[in-house]
């Protein structure tokens, strides 16, 4: 059974940092691309970025150069570093592997990241 388990949601205050990671399980890693997504109550789900299998990334417009996605192909674990965070971007974060020959792609259960002072 594929499994995404992201991790290190927290609160921090507004300028600062953290690193989420979704580590996969039950999956050739390397042929998935790996996304992350976020929510925020009463929000629909947003893309927030992609990473392919070759490495190329892809971010949403209000990343303004903020956040990067990476991946670490021999952990089968994806990254977002998330700098200078803004009250906006509070949100369930969660993790998708897609590829094109699946007809859904897999979520992670999602990590909590609150900004506030």
């Known amino acids: 059974q594929v499994q995404l388990v992201e991790s290190g949601g927290d609160l921090v205050q507004p300028g600062g940092s953290l690193r989420l990671s979704c580590a996969a399980s039950?999956?050739?890693?390397?042929?998935?691309?790996m996304s992350w997504y976020r929510q925020a109550p009463g929000k629909q789900r947003e893309w927030v970025a992609t990473i392919t299998t070759s490495g190329t990334t892809n971010y949403a417009g209000f990343v303004k150069g903020r956040f990067t996605i990476s991946r670490d192909n021999a952990k089968n674990t994806v990254y977002l570093q998330m700098n200078s965070l803004i009250p906006e971007d509070a949100a369930v974060y969660y993790c998708?592997?897609?590829?094109?020959?699946?007809?859904?792609?897999?979520w992670g259960q999602g990590t909590q990241v609150a900004v506030s002072s």
């Open positions: 998708n592997a897609a590829r094109r020959d699946t007809k859904y792609p897999y």
């Open positions: 039950q999956l050739t890693f390397i042929t998935y691309a």
